[in-house]
């Protein structure tokens, strides 16, 4: 029996992929640091620059982070972009889209001295043509607003979905669910924003969740371009009962009758 798993041999990976930049940020990274654990942090670069402010429903005053602030804050994490100004795509033409990825694209580029390779939407709005302009802007993927609540690994990268909102009252019985699961290759991403952590008093929860994550033996921390590329890597593999064939750039990991195997880049295993 051939199981094909995550890197150094973990069968599942977990992830968080959280919007907007805000102050809140700063000590929802600490936690993550903390537990071991990985984000993608999607910006809107224009807002940062303007350290824009509003007032949530509850009265807290919700802080953009200044790109001095958060080039420092995110090492280690993913940067992705959450389109320049944070608008209501509905309303946009082709050129308004192109506008908004490809600008907030270069911008975090140039503060973070790497390639941006993810987008997350604003608000819940997608369309065909947002999902040609994310293709036509070089990302690897893009994140709809849509939740899976499942731990199978997405198959369309530019509708890319989460697991689960972290506001949502089954995130506690999808983590157990999860710890349990016996999914190959099993995905649990959680989304939100960390002002929701304040404004519903989740701090002490969120943590719960990344202490047991972290105390896992067979569960990899990923960021959402991680875990993608490392998806798409597996796709390109050849399986068969006598060997496994890796055709990409990087090492993949099988259980061959629960014997762990590392496929190094280009490499040809018999078994």
């Known amino acids: 029996m051939i199981r094909r798993l995550y890197p150094y041999g973990k069968k599942k990976a977990f992830s968080v992929t959280y919007d907007d930049g805000v102050l809140q940020d700063v000590r929802f990274v600490e936690l993550l640091n903390q537990y071991g654990l990985k984000g993608t942090f999607n910006l809107n670069s224009a807002l940062m620059e303007s350290e824009f402010a509003w007032t949530h429903?509850?009265?807290?005053?919700?802080?953009?982070?200044?790109?001095?602030?958060?080039?420092?804050?995110?090492?280690?994490?993913?940067?992705?972009?959450?389109?320049?100004?944070?608008?209501?795509?509905?309303?946009?033409?082709?050129?308004?889209?192109?506008?908004?990825?490809?600008?907030?694209?270069?911008?975090?580029?140039?503060?973070?001295?790497?390639?941006?390779?993810?987008?997350?939407?604003?608000?819940?709005y997608y369309s065909d043509m947002i999902e040609a302009c994310v293709q036509e802007c070089g990302f690897a993927y893009g994140r709809i607003s849509e939740m899976s609540h499942s731990f199978c690994p997405q198959k369309d990268y530019y509708r890319w979905k989460?697991?689960?909102?972290?506001?949502?009252?089954?995130?506690?019985?999808?983590?157990?669910?999860?710890?349990?699961?016996?999914?190959?290759?099993?995905?649990?991403?959680?989304?939100?924003?960390?002002y929701d952590l304040d404004t519903e008093n989740m701090w002490e929860r969120m943590e719960a969740i990344f202490q047991t994550v972290s105390s896992r033996e067979d569960i990899l921390p990923m960021t959402t371009i991680e875990m993608i590329e490392y998806l798409k890597a597996m796709e390109q593999a050849e399986i068969t009962d006598g060997y496994i064939q890796n055709h990409s750039d990087r090492s993949l990991w099988f259980a061959v009758n629960d014997v762990v195997y590392e496929v190094k880049p280009n490499e040809k295993v018999l078994l």
């Open 162 to 194: 989460a697991t689960v909102f972290h506001c949502e009252a089954c995130l506690e019985e999808l983590t157990a669910q999860f710890l349990e699961t016996d999914e190959e290759l099993a995905v649990f991403q959680i989304v939100g924003h960390s």
């Open 57 to 124: 429903e509850t009265g807290l005053v919700v802080k953009r982070l200044r790109a001095d602030v958060v080039k420092g804050l995110y090492a280690g994490h993913e940067v992705a972009s959450h389109t320049l100004n944070h608008p209501y795509m509905h309303d946009l033409s082709w050129e308004g889209v192109m506008w908004e990825l490809s600008q907030d694209k270069r911008n975090l580029e140039a503060l973070f001295e790497t390639e941006v390779k993810g987008f997350a939407v604003p608000f819940d």
